[in-house]
């Protein structure tokens, strides 16, 4: 039962451009939800996180939006650099708890 | 580097065997969380311990025990492996003032012949 879905499992994007990662979920009971990103070889790094109470986050080239309705958040990336070349997870955490259920990822590639 | 430590940073062994990975917090950490995360998949939650005390399970397996010492490190314990038990696992810390922030380590590569 994934409760958390990223349905895409790579992104390619040219340098300037932006990057738009998706994730969908499935339980109402989750009131944070985050992205991390991954480079091979090492752990996930925290990026950014958005409240259920808020429907958008921003900290520089990187903007999350919330849709509680659709049940639904992305991670904007503008512009895209070469170095935001990673996999990057989207994950939530479930209200009351210190559960951080998360995707399967999705490998976000940005050429020159 | 996110402070976290893990050994060690790759494991093989056979079927059958037990193997143990230990993690090292970030210091002024009490919390300790365990998580795998096998090929094509994200990370699977195992378990949580808060100041040596379990604070949530998820997808555990029961031939799977973690413990967290005194010191707040804290080791993984996998017996009568198997194949499908090549992962790898990253333990990842916090402080619990940002919820959801992890701090995770470089992991631990297993693989299980």
């Known amino acids: 039962d994934q409760q958390v879905k990223q349905n895409s499992p790579s992104l390619s994007v040219q340098e300037g451009r932006i990057s738009i990662l998706n994730c969908d979920y499935t339980?109402?009971?989750?009131?944070?939800f985050l992205w991390y990103k991954k480079y091979p070889a090492e752990g996930p790094t925290f990026l950014i996180s958005?409240?259920?109470?808020?429907d958008k986050n921003e900290d520089g080239r990187f903007t999350v939006f919330l849709n509680k309705s659709a049940k639904h958040l992305s991670l904007h990336i503008v512009p895209s650099q070469p170095g935001d070349s990673a996999v990057y997870f989207c994950?939530?955490?479930?209200?009351?708890?210190?559960?951080?259920?998360f995707g399967t990822g999705t490998r976000l590639q940005v050429f020159p | 580097d996110s402070g976290v430590t893990q050994t060690p940073k790759h494991l093989i062994t056979a079927t059958g065997q037990r193997v143990t990975l230990r993690c090292s917090p970030r210091?002024?950490?009490?919390?300790v969380y365990w998580y795998q995360q096998s090929l094509d998949q994200g990370l699977q939650f195992l378990i949580q311990?808060?100041?040596?005390?379990?604070?949530a399970k998820g997808n555990i397996l029961e031939r799977f025990s973690a413990q967290q010492f005194p010191d707040l490190h804290s080791e993984l314990n996998l017996s009568s492996l198997e194949l499908g038990d090549s992962a790898l696992y990253f333990c990842?810390?916090?402080?619990?003032?940002?919820?959801?922030?992890?701090?995770f380590g470089e992991g631990s590569r297993l693989t299980v012949l």
């Open positions: 210091s002024g950490d009490l919390s």
């Open positions: 958005i409240s259920s109470i808020k």
């Open positions: 994950a939530a955490l479930l209200e009351n708890t210190d559960k951080l259920i």
């Open positions: 990842a810390s916090s402080v619990s003032m940002s919820p959801g922030e992890l701090f």
């Open positions: 311990y808060y100041n040596g005390e379990e604070r």
């Open positions: 339980n109402s009971m989750f009131d944070y």
